[in-house]
């Protein structure tokens, strides 16, 4: 008896916590979905900085696109006009004139003038901002000076007039368009970033579509429309960036409603490619990454070309991308990703070809194969794409080591160079060939720089020294083909594919599109529909 | 008593400089450098090492040392390598919401630890007591990873009635699966403590006349069983409770909650030493100060310790 009189308060309470885990009302305004005129964003981690100078990841990349703008910017692609509205560059290419459009206003109202250019890339460079990105800009005469404080002003910067921006490089170097579209190179308003100073990132003052409104970190980061945008107003109230860090948490709140865009994750894929709800707002587009392995090719036995050949070949690259990449990439014939110009159309990938491979191997004088211990990060999606590298390369007698490692230690080992082969990939910085090539194989890069394989063939070198100082669109890009096809020839990597962008939208966004560069979407196309069946 | 609580205060002080000290020299030694997440995918040497130099990095340990210190008792936790936002301005946005995830987690591990105890201890070897047991069993040996994965796929992906991350701006439910996640372990010990303390103290002649004294079931356990059952209890919550920081930081990453512990970690991955150095102090802080708390809780519920305190053992 008396036991169970004393069980019961416990029954009831244990009961009221039943029902308090079962209410439905929190679960239902999970699924509520967004009604208002803004688009929501999911990125993956809560952006790093909002001031352009410390904004080096992609969340902030993104972020900084709406809010600031550059001289140029990204359209596709492409470089097309956006504070500047027109420029020349004189014929060795050294020489950069911006004429500034005349009806630019900072968020806070005042007029854009060329000494807010001239102050904003001062400001990149200064010693005291300390921008791990001033080598968008170092290029400029007299910036490295100016870097390390031995100067008060870059010499290669002038505005002769209000609307006239003079920009001269230390040398020619035609990419440099490229860079100025870069988030680093966005122009800050002067009298708020110095009002700031270090936490200007949390209160962000550009001339961008997209006003800053508020910062909740880890959550969320709201931007109002710009209705005095030069370019237009945009026609949305604004943007919403959710910060998701859990794939699953982002496909709910998707499904739901919740969010009108959204990276669907390597899990979801074949569901979204197959589910008729889901499949009409999936949007897949070439990406501009290259994913590879870098053979140390100062290190015998990789030092000789045959057996680097027989690396590639020893692949299966299709079947590979096929079943563990859930066809999310496409084969690659060289480094450059096909949608830059430079990429070269009509040659073949290295096909799979085991026998050849092992016939290589004989030839090189190594029959019976040898140990190579292969680097990469130890990231889960690593796993499966390193195991099959390692099947394949025992098929034709190898002793493979994959060796995985936590990114920081990755990134120590890479840069201590003592290693047979990493695997990798390389993200474009900027949407040029050049991007593919000089930093990945110039001998000048080794290491940190870029050049993992620590490839070097002077003929390269020269390929792209005479690129970079060349203006004519065409002979560039013949003087890319050629440097890219030396290094096919020398295969100093084992080459794997260029990846694909795969987001879905939102039933109620129109004109959305994928972008090939992150930070090329404005958010000045978007239209919200109000009613969705 | 007062001799006793200046040597709880005084080792306090050593720790928390002994955890400073470890916790600098161990970033100092592990593999991996700061500059690599700043520069992003390529960077020459020379950039690095001009970075590097920037921040202070190039410095010998000893010195680097110096100037955290220096800081420290400036109140300076400096600025994140990376966001460039002061670590303590951080830290305060994110603590709340692990003490909110830790609270929570007690209260779960308390509810359900002791009166699993107590219903295990009534009906002593009984059906009931042996669930328990499997049940307490089964909690004390799962890893957090393990409980947290089980109880998001059951509750979150299988029947759908949990949201599966995320903070939710602080709705109710988003708490349940993290703060169930990281207080059944203790529940779990806590129900097998609570068990046998009763057990033991139900065997004293004072339960007995209690029980003599026409006393119902419920007053005697309430009342004069618990009571003495409670001390170890208070020793295992107190402990727990700085315990749920560290644990924090796995619950938090698998449920996305955005506090101190996912803080740690990414400053960890990132090796944003600012961040870590502050996220540790203030770990350790919480830690050594439940432990302190608990000390003086003991001497406050138990008069023995006070009159041997007196006695000269610490």
């Known amino acids: ?533 | 008593m007062g001799r006793m609580i200046l040597n709880r205060l005084a080792w306090f002080v050593v720790v928390m400089i002994g955890i400073t000290f470890l916790t600098n020299a161990i970033i100092y030694l592990i593999p991996g450098d700061p500059v690599d997440t700043l520069v992003g995918q390529s960077a020459t040497e020379e950039e690095r090492a001009h970075l590097r130099e920037e921040l202070g990095l190039d410095e010998p340990f000893v010195v680097q040392y110096g100037t955290y210190l220096n800081r420290l008792l400036h109140g300076d936790l400096g600025r994140s390598y990376l966001t460039r936002r002061p670590v303590a301005e951080s830290i305060a946005e994110k603590f709340p919401k692990t003490m909110e995830l830790a609270l929570a987690a007690m209260i779960v591990a308390v509810v359900f630890g002791v009166s699993a105890g107590i219903i295990s201890a009534v009906f002593h070897r009984r059906t009931i007591d042996t669930a328990a047991l499997i049940l307490a069993v089964l909690g004390i040996s799962s890893p957090v990873f393990i409980t947290g994965l089980a109880l998001r796929y059951l509750f979150a992906d299988r029947l759908a009635v949990l949201p599966a991350a995320g903070y939710g701006e602080g709705a109710f439910l988003f708490l349940v699966l993290p703060a169930v996640t990281l207080g059944s372990r203790s529940a779990a010990y806590l129900a097998r403590i609570t068990r046998a303390s009763l057990l033991e103290v139900f065997e004293q002649d004072y339960i007995r006349t209690a029980r003599a004294k026409g006393l119902s079931q419920g007053a005697v356990i309430l009342k004069h069983a618990m009571a003495n059952a409670l001390l170890p209890l208070i020793t295992l919550v107190g402990i727990d409770f700085a315990n749920y920081l560290s644990g924090s930081v796995i619950t938090e990453t698998i449920f996305d909650w955005p506090g101190l512990g996912r803080f740690a970690l990414d400053a960890i991955l990132r090796r944003d030493i600012p961040s870590l150095q502050g996220v540790v102090l203030v770990m350790a802080l919480v830690f050594a100060l439940s432990n302190l708390a608990v000390d003086l809780l003991y001497l406050a519920i138990d008069p023995r310790l006070r009159r041997s305190g007196e006695e000269g053992a610490t």
């Open chain 1, 1 to 533: 008896m008396g036991r169970r009189r004393f069980l019961l308060p416990f029954l009831i309470l244990l009961g009221a916590m039943g029902c308090g885990l079962s209410g439905t009302e929190n679960v239902a305004s999970l699924s509520s979905s967004n009604t208002d005129n803004v688009v929501h964003l999911s990125v993956s981690s809560d952006p790093l900085s909002l001031d352009p100078a410390h904004a080096t990841d992609d969340p902030s990349g993104r972020l900084v696109a709406f809010l600031y703008d550059g001289l140029v910017r990204f359209e596709g692609v492409a470089i097309v006009p956006c504070l500047a509205e027109s420029w020349e560059i004189d014929s060795p290419g050294q020489t950069y004139t911006f004429r500034l459009r005349q009806d630019v206003r900072f968020h806070n109202g005042r007029r854009l003038t060329s000494f807010d250019v001239i102050h904003s890339f001062h400001r990149l460079l200064s010693p005291a901002v300390n921008s791990p990105r001033t080598w968008v800009l170092d290029r400029i005469a007299g910036a490295s000076a100016y870097k390390e404080g031995e100067t008060d002003t870059i010499r290669g910067l002038s505005a002769p007039n209000d609307y006239t921006v003079v920009i001269r490089l230390e040398e020619p170097f035609a990419p440099f368009l490229g860079l100025l579209a870069m988030p680093a190179a966005s122009v800050v308003c002067p009298e708020e970033a110095e009002r700031w100073g270090e936490d200007f990132s949390e209160h962000p003052c550009g001339t961008g579509p997209f006003v800053f409104s508020s910062w909740r970190h880890d959550d969320r980061v709201e931007l109002t429309a710009n209705n005095d945008y030069f370019g237009g107003a945009p026609h949305i109230d604004g943007i919403t960036v959710h910060v998701t860090p859990e794939p699953q948490t982002a496909l709910v709140k998707y499904r739901s409603g919740r969010l009108d865009v959204f990276e669907v994750p390597e899990t979801e894929i074949s569901a979204f490619r197959t589910e008729p709800s889901l499949n009409p707002y999936l949007e897949t587009a070439p990406g501009l990454v290259t994913y590879y392995v870098a053979l140390n090719n100062q290190r015998a036995p990789f030092n000789d070309p045959r057996v680097r050949l027989a690396l590639n070949l020893a692949l299966d690259g299709e079947t590979i991308l096929e079943t563990v990449w859930e066809s999310r990439g496409i084969l690659a014939n060289g480094p450059i990703p096909p949608s830059l110009p430079g990429h070269n159309h009509t040659r073949p990938p290295i096909p799979y070809d085991p026998e050849r491979a092992r016939a290589l191997l004989v030839e090189a004088g190594i029959p019976d194969g040898f140990p190579i211990t292969l680097l990469r990060n130890a990231r889960r999606s690593q796993l499966d794409t390193c195991d099959c590298l390692e099947a394949y390369w025992e098929e034709i007698g190898l002793d493979v080591n994959v060796i995985p490692l936590e990114w920081s230690a990755f990134r120590a080992a890479l840069n201590d160079g003592d290693y047979d082969a990493a695997y990798l990939n390389w993200v474009a910085d900027y949407p040029d060939a050049e991007n593919f090539l000089a930093p990945l194989f110039y001998s000048e890069n080794f290491g940190s720089a870029g050049n993992r394989a620590y490839y070097s063939n002077p003929r390269f070198d020269r390929l792209i020294e005479e690129a970079v100082r060349t203006s004519d669109a065409e002979e560039w890009i013949e003087l890319y083909h050629q440097a890219e096809e030396q290094v096919v020839r020398d295969v100093p990597w084992v080459f794997l594919w260029y990846a694909t962008q795969n987001f879905a939208h939102s039933p109620r966004l129109r004109n959305y599109q994928i972008q090939p560069i992150f930070n090329a979407e404005k958010g000045l196309n978007w239209i919200i529909e109000e009613e969705v069946d």
